[in-house]
């Protein structure tokens, strides 16, 4: 059974399109965050939230939303797509409380705007 | 702000030949240190968590230790399988964890 997972895997989209990357955790987990890897690799956090708080990274844009229907899914909006939005997006779960939170991340989704 | 630095960024090995990565790190009150590995067009796996300095995991060719400053990932006898960008990470308290860039390591046959 896959941990978490996302949907699409790759997304080809038009500059100023809005569109929708879903994720689902089957872990049991609180916590669900997004990340940003840009081409050199690098793990950006966007977001995280479970279902008390959501915790912003002050450098996203607005154009960007995450929404949880329930605890085991966090899916990521975004409007107006720019050219710079291009990088592939992770989403990852951990549960709280323990030791530490370590996360668990899913396959990713390459995002590329055109 | 809490700081993580992976050196080198690039690793290039034959198989067979023992190595280490670093990963330093700046966190006042460090809650756990992360290693992950991530295969090209994957998500990042999770390695091993290390609590406080002293502190030494292994799977299989990999041994993740940890002092007040550092940790190593060392790679004993690696094969091409073992070839991937490897992640080092770090909590403070509650807070989200904090990535390092990465190390690529390539094992040539």
């Known amino acids: 059974d896959t941990a978490v997972s996302q949907t699409p895997k790759y997304l080809v989209t038009q500059m100023g399109n809005d569109k929708s990357i879903k994720c689902e955790q089957n872990l049991g987990h609180d916590t669900m965050y997004w990340y940003k890897q840009d081409s050199k690799k690098f793990l950006k956090i966007m977001f995280s939230?479970?279902?008390?708080?959501?915790?912003i990274n002050e450098t996203v844009p607005n154009r960007f939303s995450p929404k949880s229907p329930d605890k085991a899914h966090l899916n990521l909006h975004i409007n107006s797509l720019e050219l710079g939005d291009s990088a592939v997006y992770f989403c990852a779960s951990s549960q709280p409380g323990g030791l530490t939170d370590t996360q668990y991340f899913g396959p990713g989704t390459r995002l590329t705007v055109l | 702000e809490d700081q993580v630095t992976q050196s080198p960024e690039a690793l290039r090995l034959q198989e067979g030949e023992s190595s280490s990565l670093n990963c330093s790190y700046t966190?006042?009150?460090?809650?756990?240190l992360f290693w992950y590995r991530q295969d090209p067009g994957k998500g990042p796996e999770f390695l091993f968590t290390?609590?406080?300095a002293g502190e030494e995991k292994e799977k299989e060719r990999l041994k993740a230790t940890l002092t007040k400053k550092e940790s190593f990932l060392h790679i004993t006898a690696p094969k091409p399988e073992d070839s991937a960008t490897y992640l080092c990470?770090?909590?403070?308290?509650?807070?989200?964890?904090?990535f390092g860039r990465g190390t690529s390591l390539i094992v040539h046959p």
């Open positions: 290390l609590y406080s």
């Open positions: 990470a770090v909590q403070r308290g509650s807070y989200i964890p904090t």
């Open positions: 939230y479970n279902n008390k708080e959501l915790i």
């Open positions: 966190v006042s009150g460090l809650r756990g």
